[in-house]
């Protein structure tokens, strides 16, 4: 059979419907019996697997990337690191994909292609999933790596088209959509063993009581656990869940210099500074390693239209976001010398929805790593956060109401 029919045969079985469950790894990687290394040429990816599972491989461009995606496989950074990148894989992590599928991300230093794709084994025993690429034409990469996915499996669902939900005028709950940064085979800044990821999937849930007990609020999270969410999913869930408003919690590092508290970050083309720039870039090209890339899906009347959005719905996030740092200054916590700031992050591109990233701290700091490890601090910013979000809404209902009239 030929290696093109195997994987769109893996294609077909891979795009049926997905039952949300909770991550079990039933089958794990033997690190000392895998093994990722350069033959003559070619790239040869061996991984021992403790049972079969069903899996398929693609190719994305920009950057090149082959993408394994297997059911349920505990993947960790200790068995990567254990790996190697064989001398030509710039990038390789991999982690949670979505509830019970894994994904395998390998950056690659050029064009290649697959020419063997197996998995061996018994349905009891272990098995062993081999690849072998080899260095092709950039035109023939470029062809395969544009091939559409099966539908549903990487894109997020439309949301209905449906009469555009009323903007909120304080007399319903607010619809608040917590966006914990990261998740899954994108873990975000760490240090010491710790995670972005993990620390702002915390705070997110802390958060979101302290919503619930202040009342008036209906609260949705962009991720409940430690899986990868791709940045146009985590927008198409604000859509689908009739936000009023969207908050990207982050805790992010700084290679050079020290950078201490919290930053209040909105969107905007041009950035405010190149370390705003800098960190807009890589929280996009996290996402685009972990995921799929979709820039430059939007049709020109579809721009145009974002744009008109977007002109009301920018100076409600203005407000929105001085309401933060108001209200995070005024419980005394630290924030950065600049604390507001601005950049094109992806996540906060909904033209309709008023969105803001707060960088809780950041994780090269050992002081804002104390505070994130802190319930007492956190506790304390989450009351902040609470104390913005009603104030915002209150003057935003008024606005509302005046706009009506």
Sequence with gaps: MRLAAVLLG???????????????????????????????????????????????????????????????????PADLSRLGRAGVLPELRAGRFRPGWSRLVAELDGPYRLTLAEMRGSTEGPALLRLRLEPGSAGAFAEVAARPDPEGWSLPRPAPVEAPRPRQRGDRDLVVVLDPGHGGLDPGAEHGGQTEAALMLTFAHELREALLRAGGFQVVLTREADIF??????????????????????????????????????????????????????????????????????DLIASVLMDLARVETAARTERLAEALVAAIKGAEIRMHRTPRRAAAFSVLKAPDIPSVLLELGYMSSERDRARLNDPEWRARMAVAVVAAVQGWAVGDAAEAGLLRQ
Aim: hydrophobic share 50%.
């Design 229 to 298: 969410v791709p940045l146009e999913t985590r927008i198409a869930i604000a859509h689908q869940s009739g936000a009023d408003l969207f908050l990207s919690l982050h805790a992010d590092a700084v290679a050079e210099g020290v950078a201490t508290g919290a930053t209040v970050y909105t969107l905007a083309e041009a950035a405010t500074d190149a370390a705003s720039a800098a960190l807009a870039e890589r929280h996009d090209r996290d996402s685009l390693l972990s995921g799929v890339d979709l820039t430059g899906q939007d």
């Design 10 to 76: 893996l294609w077909a079985v891979l795009a049926a419907p997905v039952q949300a469950q909770e991550f079990s790894a039933l089958a794990r990687l033997d690190p000392l019996a895998s093994r990722l290394v350069a033959e003559e040429g070619a790239v040869v990816i061996e991984l021992a697997l403790s049972q079969p599972v069903p899996w398929r491989v693609r190719f994305l461009a920009d950057p090149p990337r082959l993408v394994l995606d297997t059911r349920e496989v505990a993947f960790t």
